[in-house]
């Protein structure tokens, strides 16, 4: 799938996550914007990947996009910049959502209110993207690598 800027349309979810509907009529919920030369080309050559990491659109350059939706890819690339990632999980305030997490990043130790569970993806077989109730993602590069206690509190939500 090509994005010329026809042909597929983009949204957001209740959750705050992008969703992509193609030419085909098929929904994509909780894509993720990823820059292929991120230094070099900004602007151009950027993958709109699934759930599982799949790039489901290409877009061989942001310029070509309609304004609006130039707009939702640019805010998505944005928001993906920002990437705190999580070395251990303190607390969870409980095993059923909302609930609160306390945990220590590469950024330093801080907490955020999780309002469900959607806001937990699984980015392949080992790695974790949480958005927080503000919009902020966190990430788990490997969560087999996460001591057992932290891992404990994740997986009741995974």
């Not at 799938?1 to 009529?25: I, N, Y």
């Not at 900004?42 to 993958?47: E, F, Q």
């Not at 920002?82 to 999980?89: C, G, K, S, V």
């Not at 959502?97 to 959607?118: N, V, Y």
Request: net charge neutral; with cysteine.
């Amino acid at each position: 799938m090509s994005g010329d800027g026809a042909g597929f349309a983009l949204s957001r979810d209740r959750f705050g996550r992008l969703v992509l509907v193609g030419a085909d009529g098929v929904r994509h919920q909780g894509v993720v914007a990823v820059r292929a030369f991120p230094l070099s080309a900004p602007d151009r050559g950027v993958s709109l990947c699934d759930a599982e990491g799949r790039e489901v659109l290409w877009i061989d350059d942001l310029a070509e996009l309609p304004p609006s939706t130039r707009k939702q890819v640019e805010a998505e690339l944005a928001s993906a910049q920002f990437l705190p990632t999580i070395l251990r999980i303190l607390r969870v305030s409980s095993e059923a959502t909302p609930c609160e997490f306390t945990i220590e990043t590469d950024r330093g130790a801080t907490r955020f209110t999780l309002d469900s569970d959607e806001q937990i993806r699984k980015v392949g077989p080992n790695r974790v993207i949480l958005t927080d109730a503000r919009g902020v993602r966190y990430h788990v590069p490997d969560i087999r690598k996460l001591d057992a206690a932290s891992r404990r509190g994740l997986e009741r939500h995974l």
